[in-house]
C-alpha cells in the first residue's frame, strides 16, 4: 500500500445479533407470571415462585390484610377462560374453607384480578412426601415408624373431611410435612362434596390413575370415601418400599424386612378391588396404624438380634397378594387410556341421572339390642373404680333401658335402644372426658318445633385464652392474639372466628354443637320451658350478664344449666356450627348462628339465636366444644371393639 493512497473502505455493522424470537409457549409462560415486588388485588405483594406445574402456578406472597405470608395459586391463561377447569378450581377453595383442621391445609380467599383467578391459602413451611422420597440416596428409605406416624396423622385430617367431601386425589404430592413433622393435607380440587352430586359429571374418571381405586377408574362421579382408603395403601407401600405395587406385588415386608408383618394385612386391606373388604372409614384405618407403631416403637426400644431369614410359603410368599397384583397391573395397564377415554366422553352432553329413591334398610331390633347388652356388660365392669359422673350415667342409661323394653312398638324399641347405647358407651368415655357433661338423648323444643337430638358430651365451661394458646402453639396455628398474662389465662377464648374455633375443636377430636345441642344442654328435656337456666324468670346476679368484663370460666354463679354445664346464659355468647339461614354451608360470606348472652348483654333469653359471620370475630364471643357419640350401629361396635381390646 503506497502513502498518500485512499484507504479502503470497511463497513462496519454495529448492530448486535438478534436474540430468536420466543416461542409462543414461552410468551404465554412469561405473561402467566407474576415477579418478586409485583401486587395483585391490591392485597398479594409476591415473594417467590416457589412452584410451577401443569395448570398453574403457585408463588410465595405477603397477604398485606392478614398480615402473613401465604401461598398463592393462579391458572395459567389458557384455562383461565375454561369455565369448566375455573369451576374446578374455585371448588377446592370452596370445599377446603369449611374445613378447619390442623392436618389440613386452610384457604383464605379466592378472586380474580388482573386477568388472574387465584386461591390464598396456608403458606406451609415443609416438603411433600414425594420431596422427602425423592431426596433420599437411592436405595434408602423414609423411617417406617415416621412414615406410619405420618399416614395416621392424614387418616385424622380425612376422618374429619369425609364429613364433608371425599378427596380422590391422595398420593405423596398432597401430603406435606411441616418443619415440625405435622402432616398438612391439601389440592382438593377434584373433591366430590358429599352433599352435591352434580360437581363432577357422569362417568367422568379423576384423579390421578395409580393411586385410584377400581371404583374410581370406572366412575368417578361415585365413589365414597373408600377410595381414599385404597390411595392411602397405595401411598404406604410406596413409601415404606420405595416402590409401587406393580404386576403381582410382593408384600412390603419382603420388599422391606424391616416391616413388621402385620403392615401386610393392613395394607392389604386397604387395596382390596372390593370397597366392603376395605377399611370402612379412616377412623378404623387409624385404630389399625396406631396400634402397628405401638408395636413399632416397643421393638425399637429392644436389644438388637441377629436377623433370621423368613420362611416363605408354598409357591411365594406374595400368594396373598395375588388379587391385588392382578387388579394394580390392570389399573397400570388400562389407566392412562381410560382416564382419556372417559374425558373425551364427558364432553358429549349426558343425561342427568336420577337421585335415588330407595329408603335405606331398617335396622334389625335384635341386633341393636345385643350390641346395647355388649355395651351394659361392659359399662358394669368398669362401675366400681369409676368416677361419680360415670356411675350417674350408668343410672340414666338403665333407666332408657327400662323405656326401650317397655316400647310399645319396634320404632320406639329401636329409638331408645340407640339411645340407651349412647349412654352406656358414655360410661366408658366419660373418664377420659372429666370436663365434660354427657347429655343423654331426648328433644328439645326450639320456637314452635321439637327436635329430637341424639346424646353427646359437651364441654363443661368455655374454652379459655390459655388453652387455645397452648393449641396454636402446639399445632402452629395462626394466633389471632398473643400469649395471655397469667390474669387473662382462665378468662374465655375470644376474637377467634368460626373457622379458629372448629380448627380447635377437630384438633382435640371433638367439634363445635349444633344450635340443637347447645340449646338441649341449656334447657334440658323439651318440656323444660325455663327461659333462664336457674328460674323462670330474670335475675342480674345469677349470670355475667352486665358488668361489662368476662370472668373466669369457672367463676361461681347461678348460671348452670339442668344438665350441669356453666355459663350458657351469660359471660360470652358461643359459636355453634349451625349456619343462621337454613341451606347455607358454613364459609366465608355466611353467617352462623351464635347463642347464649354476653357480660353486656342484659337479659337473652335462651332461645334466642343471633348470627355472626363465619369469619368474624368479638371479644363478646368464644366457643366451648361437643364431642358426638357413635350415631350407627357399626359406629358403636367398633368403639366397643377398641375397648375390649383395650382391655386385653
Request: glycine content about 8%.
Amino acid at each position: 500500500m503506497q502513502c498518500g493512497a485512499a484507504l479502503p473502505r470497511i463497513r462496519i455493522d454495529a448492530r448486535a445479533e438478534r436474540p430468536p424470537e420466543p416461542k409462543p409457549e414461552e410468551q404465554k409462560a412469561a405473561a402467566s407470571q407474576l415477579f418478586p415486588g409485583q401486587t395483585l388485588a391490591g392485597r398479594y405483594t409476591v415473594l417467590a415462585l416457589v412452584g410451577r406445574g401443569g395448570m398453574g402456578c403457585i408463588y410465595k406472597v405477603r397477604d398485606n390484610t392478614l398480615g402473613e405470608e401465604v401461598a398463592l395459586k393462579t391458572l395459567l391463561p389458557q384455562f383461565v377462560r375454561d369455565k369448566m377447569v375455573v369451576e374446578r378450581f374455585f371448588n377446592e377453595a370452596r370445599i377446603a374453607r369449611r374445613m378447619a383442621h390442623p392436618n389440613i391445609v386452610r384457604v383464605h380467599d379466592i378472586g380474580s384480578a388482573q386477568g388472574m383467578v387465584y386461591i390464598s391459602m396456608e403458606f406451609v413451611q415443609g416438603r411433600s412426601l414425594r420431596n422427602l422420597m425423592e431426596e433420599l440416596p437411592p436405595g434408602r428409605r423414609l423411617p417406617a415408624v415416621r412414615v406410619v406416624e405420618c399416614i395416621a396423622e392424614l387418616c385424622e385430617a380425612l376422618e374429619y373431611a369425609h364429613e364433608f367431601t371425599v378427596h380422590r386425589d391422595i398420593k405423596p404430592e398432597n401430603i406435606m410435612v411441616d418443619q415440625q413433622g405435622h402432616v398438612k393435607l391439601m389440592d382438593f380440587g377434584i373433591s366430590k362434596l358429599m352433599a352435591n352430586t352434580r360437581m363432577t359429571g357422569a362417568s367422568v374418571v379423576m384423579g390421578t390413575p395409580f393411586y385410584m381405586s377400581p371404583e374410581q377408574l370406572r366412575n368417578s362421579r361415585d365413589v365414597d370415601a373408600r377410595a381414599d382408603i385404597f390411595s392411602i395403601g397405595v401411598v404406604l407401600y410406596e413409601t415404606l418400599t420405595g416402590t409401587v405395587p406393580t404386576g403381582v406385588p410382593k408384600a412390603p415386608s419382603e420388599v422391606n424386612p424391616e416391616l413388621p408383618k402385620s403392615l401386610d394385612a393392613i395394607i392389604g386391606k386397604c387395596v382390596e378391588p372390593d370397597p366392603a373388604r376395605r377399611y370402612q372409614d379412616a377412623a378404623e384405618l387409624k385404630s389399625a396404624l396406631q396400634s402397628v407403631i405401638s408395636f413399632m416403637k416397643h421393638e425399637a426400644q429392644q436389644p438388637t438380634q441377629r436377623p433370621t431369614k423368613r420362611a416363605r410359603a408354598a409357591g411365594g410368599g406374595s400368594l396373598p397378594w395375588l388379587g391385588i397384583g392382578l387388579t394394580l397391573v390392570c389399573l397400570a395397564a388400562t389407566a392412562g387410556g381410560l382416564y382419556w377415554a372417559e374425558q373425551r366422553r364427558a364432553e358429549q352432553p349426558v343425561a342427568a341421572l336420577p337421585a335415588p329413591s330407595a329408603a335405606p334398610a331398617a335396622v334389625d331390633f335384635q341386633a341393636v339390642e345385643s350390641v346395647v347388652l355388649h355395651a351394659r356388660d361392659a359399662a358394669s365392669r368398669e362401675l366400681p373404680s369409676a368416677p361419680q359422673q360415670a356411675k350417674d350415667i350408668y343410672a340414666v342409661a338403665e333407666g332408657l333401658l327400662a323405656r326401650m323394653n317397655d316400647a310399645p312398638d319396634a320404632d320406639s324399641r329401636q329409638t331408645q335402644g340407640m339411645a340407651a347405647l349412647r349412654a352406656y358407651l358414655a360410661v366408658l368415655l366419660q373418664p377420659g372426658l372429666p370436663d365434660m357433661v354427657f347429655v343423654p338423648d331426648g328433644t328439645v323444643r326450639a320456637g314452635s318445633g321439637v327436635e329430637r337430638v341424639p346424646g353427646f358430651f359437651i364441654d363443661r365451661y368455655e374454652v379459655t385464652q390459655q388453652q387455645f394458646a397452648s393449641f396454636c402453639r402446639r399445632v402452629g396455628w395462626r394466633t389471632p392474639c398473643d400469649e395471655p398474662q397469667a390474669e387473662y389465662a382462665a378468662l374465655p377464648a375470644t376474637m377467634v372466628t368460626w373457622y379458629d374455633a372448629q380448627a380447635f375443636a377437630a384438633d382435640a377430636g371433638k367439634r363445635l354443637p349444633s344450635a340443637a345441642e347447645w340449646l338441649r344442654a341449656a334447657k334440658g328435656e323439651q318440656g323444660d320451658s325455663r327461659t333462664f337456666p336457674w328460674d323462670g324468670t330474670y335475675d342480674a346476679d345469677a349470670c355475667n350478664c352486665e358488668t361489662g368484663a368476662a370472668v373466669e370460666v369457672e367463676s361461681d354463679n347461678r348460671d348452670v344449666s339442668p344438665t350441669g354445664v356453666r355459663q350458657l346464659a351469660g359471660n360470652v355468647r358461643e359459636w355453634t356450627r349451625t349456619p343462621a339461614r337454613p341451606g347455607d354451608e358454613p364459609g366465608f360470606g355466611v353467617d352462623m348462628q351464635v347463642r347464649g348472652g354476653d357480660f353486656s348483654s342484659g337479659p337473652v333469653p335462651l332461645d334466642t339465636a343471633a348470627s355472626h359471620p363465619y369469619s368474624g370475630y368479638a371479644e363478646t364471643l368464644g366457643f366451648r366444644c361437643v364431642k358426638a357419640l357413635p350415631g350407627t350401629l357399626a359406629e358403636a361396635e367398633r368403639l366397643l371393639g377398641q375397648f375390649d381390646a383395650s382391655q386385653g
